[in-house]
Structures are given as structure tokens and as C-alpha cells.
Nanobody
Framework: QVQLEESGGGSVPAGGSLRLSCAAS????????MAWFRRAPGKERMGIAS???????TYADSVKGRFTISRDNVRNTLYLQMNSLKPEDTAMYYC???????????????WGQGTQVTVSS
């Protein structure tokens, strides 16, 4: 059974940091492309960071330079380090796994339930 379980969300003031984690199981994690998406209130879900099986990364312009995606293929865990958080980063954050294509606009096969991040001004 495939599972993606996010954790690490919470409420922080602007300028703060959070580290999200996504524990994966039930599929060959090291062979899958991984990504973080977010859905802000009243907006569509969008990809913000993705990581290839070989470690290459790509980011949305809105988070570039502030967020870092990484993966641990031993612990089968995906991370998102978020620094210099802004109120506009407030959203539900989801991790996703895909086996065919990678990137912010690829289709992903598996999704987690999400973790809420709230940034206050």
C-alpha cells in the first residue's frame, strides 16, 4: 500500500523557518521523482519544488532561494526546508511521487494528505 505522510507544518511569524518531511512507503522510492505542491486559500494547487532521482532540483520562482528540496533514499523521506517565510506562503503543502516525468508541471501518481503552513505578518 502506497503511503505518503507529510509532517512539520505549523504556524510561524514572517521571516521564520519550517522543515517539512514526507515519509514514503509502498513503492520503490529511490526510483521515483518527488515534488512538493501547495494550495493557498482560493487558489489552485501549484508545484513549488521537485527533485529528480539523480538529485537535480527545480523550483518555482516564488520560492527560489528560500526553499530547498532534498531526499533521503535510505530513510525514504522527502524534505522541504523553508526559510524567510512570507504570509503568501500560507497554504496546504503536499508531497507527490511520480514514476514517468519530473518537474513542477509533471503528472504525479501518488499524493499525501497535506500539512498546513500558516505564516503570520
Amino acid at each position: 500500500q502506497v503511503q505518503l505522510e507529510e509532517s512539520g507544518g505549523g504556524s510561524v511569524p514572517a521571516g521564520g523557518s519550517l522543515r517539512l518531511s514526507c515519509a514514503a512507503s509502498g513503492f520503490p522510492y529511490d526510483q521515483y521523482f518527488m515534488a512538493w505542491f501547495r494550495r493557498a486559500p482560493g487558489k489552485e494547487r501549484m508545484g513549488i519544488a521537485s527533485i529528480h532521482t539523480d538529485g537535480r532540483t527545480t523550483y518555482a520562482d516564488s520560492v527560489k532561494g528560500r526553499f530547498t528540496i532534498s531526499r533521503d533514499n535510505v530513510r525514504n523521506t522527502l524534505y522541504l526546508q523553508m526559510n524567510s517565510l512570507k504570509p503568501e506562503d500560507t497554504a496546504m503543502y503536499y508531497c507527490a511521487a511520480g514514476g514517468v516525468n519530473w518537474g513542477l508541471f509533471a503528472e504525479y501518481n501518488y499524493w499525501g494528505q497535506g500539512t498546513q503552513v500558516t505564516v503570520s505578518s
